[in-house]
């Protein structure tokens, strides 16, 4: 995401705050400087920080879990409304949603309760309202506050609101009877109508963040929903079904320059690059574009292009190309057929593909026909 930087790398996921961070601590920090001046600021940014943390632990617990089960993990992003672990692909068995939706709250009632320990060593009764009041700067404020904190993190995730912790956790065991898809729909449906409440809620004790969870949520869950039935109309389609046999294609020693023409009139993305009847590699337009100033409209593409590609089966169907375009992060795949070469796929593609093979979908009709590929029997 824009604005973001990295604060950390575990397991191989990069941990990433957002710029927005800041105003989060800001207001923490003003916040408790009205009634405790200095050390009523240290506190609240120590408070805000510390929360912080226990997110982080959060989402690392989702995604140390879901390493385990074999879904890799791209990032871990924090907002100040809360963290996301972007997931490059859906974990396929409900039991394994399930594991990983419940891991993440799990890590904050452990925290809850190592933090209730210390409470109740040094007898710190736990009154809810103080965690509000502002009133107590202390060490152990600070521990009270952060318990209250994970109490109300591991709660608040597991509200049954798709597409928080708690939503996952229904649709996953919908799934179990249901299917993924009326699963989601159901799951998605009642997370927009808890949307709805927290967003009144919000109105009414005149709660600004919450509204802006609420939204969140109302837009998360219309994504879901979106999601899934993008990757049942995939399913459908066979990659070599979809591969356009008129696709242009170049040649190693083509210049810059001609690639660039080429680039204005064609709507392709992604290039194959033959070398006689070799492929040898594949060349994006965003690389291109992205290379064009630096290296010079003579230089031969050969310079540009990627010699490493990936290669799928013409039977592949979409939805599991999908999933590979989401973990090769921007490089597109190469669909191989028994009689060799059968084209290159990009995210651009799936996307339109997605729009027209809904429009079909909707008006009853099954395309392309079936190609007569032995590769696809
Ligand atoms: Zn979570």
Not at 167 to 190: D, E, M, N, Q
Not at 233 to 254: I, K, T
Request: hydrophobic share 55%.
């Amino acid at each position: 995401m824009r604005w973001s930087f990295r604060i950390a790398r575990v397991s191989g996921i990069d941990v990433r705050v957002h710029v927005t961070f800041a105003l989060a601590v800001i207001l923490f920090a003003l916040n408790f400087a009205a009634p405790q001046g200095a050390r009523g600021a240290a506190f609240g940014v120590l408070l805000v920080c510390a929360l912080f943390a226990f997110l982080t632990l959060h989402e690392l617990g989702h995604s140390l879990v879901a390493q385990r089960l074999g879904v890799s993990v791209t990032e871990i992003l924090l907002l100040p409304i809360g963290g996301v672990a972007r997931l490059a692909n859906e974990p396929r068995k409900p039991q394994h949603e399930l594991l990983i939706a419940l891991s993440g709250p799990f890590v904050n009632v452990i925290i809850a309760l190592l933090l209730l320990l210390v409470l109740d060593h040094y007898r710190i009764p736990l009154d809810a309202n103080e965690f509000v009041s502002l009133a107590d700067p202390s060490p152990l404020g600070l521990v009270r506050a952060l318990f209250w904190g994970n109490v109300v993190l591991a709660a608040f995730n597991l509200l049954p609101a798709l597409p928080m912790d708690g939503g996952r956790v229904f649709r996953a065991l919908l799934s179990l009877s249901l299917g993924r898809s009326r699963a989601t729909g159901i799951a998605a449906a009642v997370g927009q109508v808890i949307a709805i409440a927290l967003i009144a809620i919000a109105f009414k004790k005149d709660w600004g963040p919450l509204a802006l969870v609420g939204m969140f949520v109302f837009v998360g869950a219309a994504q879901e929903r979106a999601a899934v039935r993008a990757s049942e109309l995939l399913s459908e389609l066979r990659a070599g079904e979809v591969c356009d046999a008129n696709a242009v294609v170049f040649a190693p020693q083509e210049q810059l320059g001609h690639v660039l023409d080429t680039l204005i009139r064609s709507p392709q993305a992604h290039f194959a690059v033959f070398y006689g009847k070799d492929l040898v590699g594949t060349l994006g337009r965003e690389q291109v574009l992205a290379s064009a100033p630096r290296v010079g409209l003579d230089a031969p593409l050969s310079s540009l292009m990627r010699r490493d590609f990936f290669a799928v089966d013409a039977g592949t169907p979409l939805d599991e190309v999908r999933r590979r375009l989401l973990e090769l992060a921007g490089r597109p795949v190469v669909v191989r057929s028994l009689t060799g070469y059968a084209g290159v796929l990009g995210f651009e593609d799936l996307q339109r593909i997605t729009i027209v093979a809904e429009r079909l979908a909707q008006a009853g009709i099954r395309r392309p026909q079936a190609v007569p590929d032995p590769a696809l029997h």
